[in-house]
């Protein structure tokens, strides 16, 4: 069986091949798209570069649209259809319930036959009216007698027509067919009442507020490279299988993208990278561009501008195996950190570490088991006391500060020996300099905080600290403080309140938790003993 034109046979396997027309190639950024279909057997070829087909015209046919601004067809006919039924079902309601007395057939015959004339001739000034009500309702983005609006017209008076001829004949004394309500057909239940696109949908999710900036910032990117792929479709034109093209797609991006490469087009990258021995995209990473998604379609359900997310349940698997993804650290490791490393041993404040950040922040991640990000937005006042015990409040209060899930909002009493090492005196010191921030100079260009920190304290792990072990980074330290907590005999519902987890129990909906003292007690009970972290000099 001969392979269709688009297949063609390299050295390396097949390749799907097609030119874009000239009037597109501007908007697409580039004269023809090229991707490999990772075989060499010709009937795996042809049918992947079938699928490659369909999702690379669908983009070309959108990009058409988009460039032309054209309301296609077959959505004006259903905007049409629509209004006409709700027409005929409230002359329905009226005849019923007897609220209107209906018209008489021949009363009507003058308005349907300079109808039938205006649809002939396409007069459509006469009806402008009606036609802009139908665009503002929809909300659709259409100038006064553009083609666009002039399709859409079109549809509306040939609706109008047909309901006058359905109103005619219901109003005929002679007609023997009944009266019917007419119920929704498939398609009427799956479009929404207002047409709107999925950029003006993340702009709208976004309005709402309340979400944090650096994920607002992904999201975007992520739906933009929809975008790229797919166009800028009405939301409940957006298909399941569009959705999996996505996903498809985003499993062949590299790991790690240079930044010359970042405004690149999803597609244009796809095709850069092709046969290059680089390292893909994690299942996390292509999960969360699908979440991104997912999350605005179900907004748009809420808000009705959607019947159905058709992103929910599409997901990349996780390999399954039995490798943990972060281990705790053991008592060798933090010997390597908090004995053997220049920040302890020789008191150096690396600028990378934010100053004495570098110091306190892995002190206080393990006798608390905080986050990261956690720590580096507490301000000074965060630290309280209470009955005469210093503790972390932990709270998402003031600008910038974001907290993981709302259960994450806790209190977490200070150990002794973390007030032995001098922290107040920390505290005291960063206070007078007349800062609000505890750790003032871990700060990044990013909307993350700790973004720069990060990549920092990780890397100082490996080489100053000589743990190579991948899955040991400075999350670990939380997995090492709920070790912690075990080997002390603290009930799992203490240590889960010191951590910010939740069980999902009923009774944790009842009361205010534990009180200061039962958290403090839980705290103390932590010992390092066969650790020695040298006192901070506070300057």
């Given at each position: 069986?001969p ?28 004269r ?12 795996a ?19 058409e ?115 019917a ?12 009442e ?14 709402e ?62 095709e ?112 309280r ?33 973390v ?74 519902d ?37 650790l ?5 000099g506070?300057?």
């Amino acid at each position: 069986m001969p392979l269709p034109n688009y297949v063609q046979r390299r050295p390396g396997g097949y390749y799907y091949r097609q030119r874009v027309p000239k009037l597109q190639q501007e908007g697409i950024g580039r004269r023809e798209i090229v991707v490999s279909l990772h075989t060499s057997c010709p009937k795996a070829a042809s049918f992947r570069a079938a699928q490659i087909y369909v999702a690379v015209n669908n983009a070309l046919n959108t990009s058409e649209t988009m460039s032309q601004n054209q309301l296609s067809h077959q959505f004006a006919a259903q905007i049409a259809e629509r209004w006409k039924r709700r027409a005929l079902n409230a002359d329905f309601d009226q005849r019923v319930s007897g609220q209107a007395n209906p018209p008489h057939a021949g009363d009507i015959s003058g308005d349907l036959h300079s109808a039938q004339r205006d649809l002939r001739q396409v007069r459509l000034d006469r009806y402008a009216e009606m036609i802009d009500s139908v665009v503002g309702e929809h909300r659709l983005d259409l100038e006064p007698d553009s083609e666009d609006w002039r399709r859409l017209g079109y549809y509306l008076l040939k609706a109008n027509t047909e309901l006058l001829q359905e109103i005619q004949k219901r109003s005929d004394p002679s007609s023997l067919e009944p009266m019917a309500y007419i119920p929704p057909d498939e398609a009427e239940e799956e479009s929404p009442e207002v047409w709107i696109r999925l950029s003006e949908a993340v702009e709208r999710w976004e309005e709402e507020g309340g979400r944090r900036p650096l994920t607002v910032k992904e999201w975007r990117y992520r739906i933009n490279r929809f975008v790229e792929l797919k166009g800028d479709l009405y939301v409940h034109e957006i298909t399941a299988d569009d959705v999996r093209d996505f996903k498809d797609a985003y499993k062949q991006l590299p790991a790690k993208l240079p930044r010359k490469d970042r405004q690149r087009t999803l597609l244009q990258i796809i095709e850069r990278y092709e046969g290059f021995d680089v390292d893909r995209l994690k299942p996390n990473s292509i999960n969360n561009a699908l979440t991104a998604l997912s999350s605005v379609l179900t907004w748009c359900v809420e808000n009705r501008f959607l019947k159905k997310n058709v992103a929910l349940g599409i997901r990349v698997p996780r390999p399954k195996h039995g490798v943990q993804r972060r281990l705790p650290f053991n008592a060798e490791d933090l010997k390597a950190i908090f004995e053997r490393s220049p920040i302890y041993r020789i008191g150096q404040r690396p600028q990378g570490g934010g100053g004495h950040a570098a110091y306190w922040i892995p002190v206080l991640a393990l006798y608390t088991g905080a986050r990261l990000e956690e720590l580096a937005q507490l301000t000074v006042d965060d630290i309280r006391q209470e009955a005469g015990r210093f503790y972390l409040d932990i709270n998402d209060q003031g600008e910038n500060k974001y907290l993981k899930t709302p259960g994450s909002k806790r209190r977490i009493p200070m150990h002794r020996e973390v007030l032995d090492l001098g922290f107040m005196e920390y505290v005291s010191s960063t206070q007078q300099q007349g800062h609000e921030d505890l750790f003032p100079y871990v700060q990044s260009a990013t909307g993350k905080r700790t973004a720069a920190f990060s990549k920092w304290v990780n890397s100082y792990l490996r080489k100053q600290c000589g743990i190579s072990d991948p899955r040991k980074v400075f999350h670990s330290f939380r997995h090492t403080f709920k070790d912690a907590c075990r080997e002390a005999g603290i009930p799992q519902d203490v240590h889960n309140a010191l951590t910010g987890h939740t069980t999902g129990g009923v009774d944790e909906g009842y009361g205010l938790g534990f009180s200061i003292r039962v958290l403090d007690e839980a705290v103390q009970s932590i010992r390092w003993d066969a650790l020695t972290i040298g006192r901070e000099g506070v300057q």
